[in-house]
């Protein structure tokens, strides 16, 4: 009997997931209708020489529903990336959206998770990224996380799986080995000139301007630190507490010390300006 009542509860929980999936998915759909109609209706309005306020009212309800990490991957799933595309493509007046909007949306493709890099190409979210990154009315910060951003997605669509800010020594070593063997193998895959082996006074060798070469020697012996000190800190000098009276005070020593050479009195050679 405790086993069947086990069944019947797992039974339950499975049915009310699936009810809950359901619903989930309804109210993707539904939400990313408003926020395409949305777009439009301000497009609309700004055409009209109008206030655009749709989007800017929608902002708290869309952006609490796309931070929730259980449901980013079925907002992709549902192409929520053209919609956000919409969303930062400028006016028809060419003004860009409001910085609550440009803000609100850097940050969460900055941390939004895209595993289909299909999905980006096919939204074109990276024009609209790009054109805020170039933009020259944009902010710095939001040109430097658009620039991120940028920057996350192009290394997996080029191949570029390594991030060199978390590579080690001994992975920069192979990845220089196996940089040299690739431009060893070019280089004996490729005839040689019998021009460029030529040097002055050879016969055959002509006195004009030739275009310089690429250097094809590989660089794989690194030089090891003559220095063990830490520089990215610098080390502040300790303050006696002259140095903290005088500070004080206003005063340097530089000050104090040409109040030490001045003299009282002036003497004068002539005999002229003698304070009597």
Same mark, same amino acid.
């Given at each position: ?20 999936? %359901?619903? %989930? ?10 926020? &395409?109609?949305?777009? &439009? ?15 800017? =009212? ?59 890099? =299909? ?46 800010? %978390? ?18 193998? &070019? ?8 021009? %460029? ?12 301007? &030739? ?66």
């Amino acid at each position: 009997m405790m086993m069947e009542q086990q069944k019947s509860l797992r039974r339950r929980r499975r049915k009310k997931d699936i009810d809950l999936i %359901n619903d %989930n998915d309804d109210a993707i759909a539904k939400m990313i209708a408003d926020m &395409r109609l949305a777009a &439009r209706e301000d497009r609309e309005k700004n055409a009209e020489r109008q206030p655009a306020t749709k989007k800017i =009212s929608m902002l708290p309800v869309v952006m609490t529903q796309l931070r929730k990490a259980d449901l980013q991957a079925a907002f992709v799933e549902a192409n929520v990336l053209s919609v956000l595309t919409d969303w930062l493509a400028p006016m028809p007046d060419k003004s860009l959206p409001s910085i609550q909007i440009r803000k609100a949306i850097l940050t969460l493709l900055f941390q939004l998770r895209i595993d289909d890099q =299909s999905r980006l190409k096919e939204s074109g979210i990276g024009k609209a990224v790009m054109y805020l990154y170039k933009h020259p009315r944009e902010l710095r910060d939001h040109k430097t996380l658009a620039g991120r951003i940028i920057n996350a997605w192009a290394r997996p669509i080029f191949n570029l799986q390594t991030d060199y800010k %978390n590579v080690t020594k001994e992975e920069r070593e192979e990845k220089d080995v196996e940089t040299a063997a690739m431009r060893r193998n &070019r280089e004996e895959a490729t005839p040689n000139n019998e021009e %460029n082996l030529l040097k002055p006074g050879d016969p055959g060798w002509c006195y004009r301007a &030739r275009v310089p070469q690429a250097a094809s020697v590989a660089y794989i012996a690194r030089p090891k630190w003559s220095s063990e000190v830490d520089m990215s800190h610098k080390v502040k000098k300790n303050q006696g507490r002259l140095d903290k009276y005088m500070k004080q005070q206003g005063t340097s020593k530089t000050a104090m010390n040409k109040n030490k050479n001045k003299r009282a009195v002036e003497f004068s050679i002539e005999g002229t300006k003698m304070p009597l």
